[in-house]
C-alpha cells in the first residue's frame, strides 16, 4: 500500500515556476514508477509525466516538454514536478500517481494503482 500527499500547488502569473511535490508512505516507494497528471477546467486527466523507480529514465507530454521536470528522491521518499514558463493552459488540478515498475512509463491512467488527493495550480494572464 502507497499513500501519495502532494503538495505546492498555487496561483501564479504566467512565465512563472512552481514546484510541486508528492510525499509517499510506505517502504516500497523505489518500486515504483511515479507519475504526475492533470485534469483542467471541464478537461479529462492527462498524463503529464513520469519517471521510472531508479530515476534513471523520464518522459513527458509534448506540450510541457522543455518546461517541465520530474526528479524524485528516495531518502526522502518523495517525486518532484519543476514547472517553469507556466502558461494559463497549465491551470489544473496536479496529480501524483504510482504504478508498478513493470509498467514502464505507461501514459494511460488506468495502470496507476495509487493516486494522491490533487493540488491546485491556477496560471493567470
Known amino acids: 500500500q502507497v499513500q501519495l500527499v502532494e503538495s505546492g500547488g498555487g496561483l501564479v502569473q504566467a512565465g512563472d515556476s512552481l514546484r510541486l511535490s508528492c510525499a509517499a508512505s510506505g517502504r516500497t516507494f523505489w518500486l515504483y514508477v511515479m507519475a504526475w497528471f492533470r485534469q483542467g477546467p471541464g478537461q479529462e486527466r492527462e498524463f503529464v509525466t513520469a519517471i521510472t523507480s531508479s530515476g534513471g529514465n523520464t518522459r513527458y507530454a509534448d506540450s510541457v516538454k522543455g518546461r517541465f521536470t520530474i526528479s524524485r528522491d528516495g531518502a526522502k521518499n518523495t517525486v518532484y514536478l519543476q514547472m517553469n514558463s507556466l502558461k494559463p493552459e497549465d491551470t489544473a488540478v496536479y496529480y501524483c500517481?504510482?504504478?508498478?515498475?513493470?509498467?514502464?512509463?505507461?501514459?494511460?491512467?488506468?495502470?496507476?494503482?495509487?493516486w494522491g488527493q490533487g493540488t491546485q495550480v491556477t496560471v493567470s494572464s
Open positions: 500517481a504510482a504504478a508498478p515498475s513493470s509498467k514502464g512509463l505507461i501514459v494511460r491512467d488506468f495502470a496507476y494503482d495509487y
